[in-house]
C-alpha cells in the first residue's frame, strides 16, 4: 500500500522557521513535491526534488527561504522554510509522481499520490 505520511506543521511566528517531513513507503517514486493550500485558493506548487539526481525546483514565492532535501535511506523528503511569513499560511501537500519525465512536474495533476496535509500557521 502506498502511503506518504507528512509531519512537522505548527504554528509559528512570522520570521520563524518551520521543516516539514513526508515519508513514503510502498514504492519509489520519480518525483516528489510539497504543494500549499488555502482556503478559497487552489494547491499551488511549493517546491519539488527529482529523486535519480537530488535536483531541486522551487516557486518564485519561496526561492531563498525554503530548501528541499532528501534522505534516501529514510525514502523521506524534507521542507526546511526559513523566514516565514504570515502568506505562508496554509495547509502543506506532499506528494509524489511515479513515472518519469523530462520537465519538472508543476501541476496538481502532475502528481499520483498525496499525503493528508498537515497545517502550518505563520502569525504576525
Known amino acids: 500500500q502506498v502511503q506518504l505520511v507528512e509531519s512537522g506543521g505548527g504554528l509559528v511566528q512570522a520570521g520563524d522557521s518551520l521543516r516539514l517531513a513526508c515519508v513514503a513507503s510502498?514504492?519509489?517514486?520519480?518525483?516528489y513535491a510539497w504543494f500549499r493550500q488555502t482556503p478559497g485558493k487552489e494547491r499551488e506548487l511549493v517546491g519539488g526534488t527529482r529523486w535519480s539526481r537530488s535536483e531541486t525546483y522551487y516557486a518564485e514565492s519561496v526561492k531563498g527561504r525554503f530548501t528541499i532535501s532528501s534522505d534516501n535511506a529514510k525514502n523521506s523528503v524534507y521542507l526546511q522554510m526559513n523566514s516565514l511569513k504570515p502568506e505562508d499560511t496554509g495547509v502543506y501537500y506532499c506528494a509524489a509522481r511515479a513515472y518519469y519525465s523530462d520537465e519538472n512536474p508543476e501541476g496538481v495533476s502532475d502528481y499520483d499520490y498525496w499525503g493528508q496535509g498537515t497545517q502550518v500557521t505563520v502569525s504576525s
Open positions: 510502498g514504492r519509489t517514486f520519480s518525483f
